[in-house]
């Protein structure tokens, strides 16, 4: 989940609310994590109390609850794998010298093939590891470049005068924002089913599970405000056009670490970033596929998930995102606002979800169950408003 997280709200949706509002909208980064808390705590602690991923309680529930799931699921699938896909491919494309210059088209497909071949050879594992050295690069790049950045006092120039995000015309923004924050919601399904496969190598109990989830929750949320910060303290009110999730905008990211802690950064930070946002992308498409495969053989009444049906999905996940990244290849912006947007929307159907398999467990406080019930109401209720403004009703 820690990959996911950082490698898509991080790098793209915090930097650039701190870069376009500065502060303004710190409490709502710090709000979001709080109340999307407890449907990834639901998670763990469903599968270390029964034995059962979230997929197959939502199977003993019933069927519509099944269907729900399998159907969001796979749609989100090939959205979110195009989205942090496309970001990858163009911030591969601006690693590359100018006489190795490609069309995004070519290094996307790679990409993607480069994704699909590990996935299907299983060596996805060892890169496990060094994506996890690579985040922790990025977090400790970050947290450094925050405080070498604060020293230097802001950059705003005089005269600037400070946007509001507080209106109907920002509206998108802030859904993308929540939607990415700290992941898709639906993750929590997926980092269930990794939790009952390490439960079978090495069983941990409850309290320890639920630590290890709170240090990463927590660390996660942390982050965020890191990134808003640098863009806050870096970007906010320079006088210099801000460009949102384009490819320029990847080069003015690497610019706010340049200025911070060194032209020798640009390089690296680049590497980082593009390994960071891969290893996001095999995550998303092997998390995904598993999910989705899980859920299909629930559906179907199969004892056990076989491992060609994960193979199907991954394959699946892959062709039909790299479509859509060929048919966006221009459209960063667009591309990652939509995956955002639809992870935004389908975030009170998963929260329900969720909240519904663990709303009679007599081991939940009333305290997690109260957030949890403001949460899905903050949820929906922020979508009803983005819905209604998108057709018209208000504004």
């Known amino acids: 989940m ?11 949706s915090s930097a650039q ?7 303004q909208l710190a409490g709502l980064i710090v709000l979001t994590n ?28 019933g ?10 699921c796979a749609v989100s699938s090939v959205i979110s794998a195009a989205g942090v896909g496309l970001l990858s491919a163009v911030i591969l494309n601006s690693m590359l010298p100018a006489g190795l210059a490609v069309s995004a088209p070519v290094t996307a497909s790679v990409m993607m093939l480069v994704v699909w071949a590990l996935l299907i050879a299983g060596h996805y594992k060892a890169l496990d590891g060094v994506t996890k050295l690579i985040v922790a690069g990025l977090t400790v790049a970050t947290v450094v470049s925050t405080f070498v950045a604060a020293s230097k006092g802001s950059n705003v120039q005089p005269g600037f005068v400070q946007p509001s995000p507080w209106n ?9 924002l929540v939607g990415w924050m700290p992941a898709p919601i639906e993750i929590s399904a997926i980092n269930s089913m990794w939790i009952k496969a390490k439960q079978k190598l090495s069983p941990a109990n409850a309290a320890d599970t639920l630590f290890d989830f709170n240090v990463g929750y927590v660390t996660s949320a ?15 009110g ?43 992308t095999i995550t ?10 899980e859920a299909l053989r629930l559906l179907r009444g199969r004892s056990e998930l076989r491992s060609h049906s994960v193979g199907l999905w991954v394959t699946g996940i892959s062709v039909v995102s790299l479509a859509l990244i060929l048919l966006m290849q221009n459209q960063l912006a667009g591309m990652l606002k939509f995956s955002m947007t639809s992870a935004f929307v389908t975030a009170p159907v998963f929260a329900w979800l969720n909240l519904s398999l663990v709303s009679g467990n007599r081991h939940l406080s009333g305290g997690l169950k109260a957030l949890a019930y403001a949460g899905l109401v903050f949820l929906a209720g922020f979508t009803a408003l983005f819905l209604a403004n998108l057709t018209g009703l208000v504004g």
Request: proline share 5%.
């Open 2 to 12: 820690a990959s996911a997280a950082i490698g898509g709200s991080h790098i793209v």
């Open 17 to 23: 609310a701190g870069a376009l509002f500065g502060w």
């Open 34 to 61: 709080l109340l999307k808390y407890p449907f990834f705590r639901f998670g763990p602690q469903y599968t270390v109390e029964t034995g059962r991923s979230l997929i197959e309680g939502y199977a003993d529930k």
């Open 63 to 72: 069927r519509p609850y099944l269907w729900v799931f399998f159907i969001l």
């Open 168 to 176: 109907l015309a920002t509206l998108p923004f802030l859904v993308a």
């Open 222 to 236: 942390l982050l965020a405000l890191f990134f808003l910060a640098m863009g806050a303290l870096v970007q906010y």
């Open 238 to 280: 320079n006088g210099e056009k801000l460009e949102p999730a384009s490819a320029a905008y990847i080069n003015q990211l690497v610019q706010m670490y340049g200025r911070t802690i060194g032209e020798w950064s640009r390089p690296v930070i680049l590497l980082i970033a593009f390994m960071c946002m891969f290893g996001t």
């Open 284 to 293: 998303v498409v092997d998390g995904y596929a598993r999910a989705s495969a």
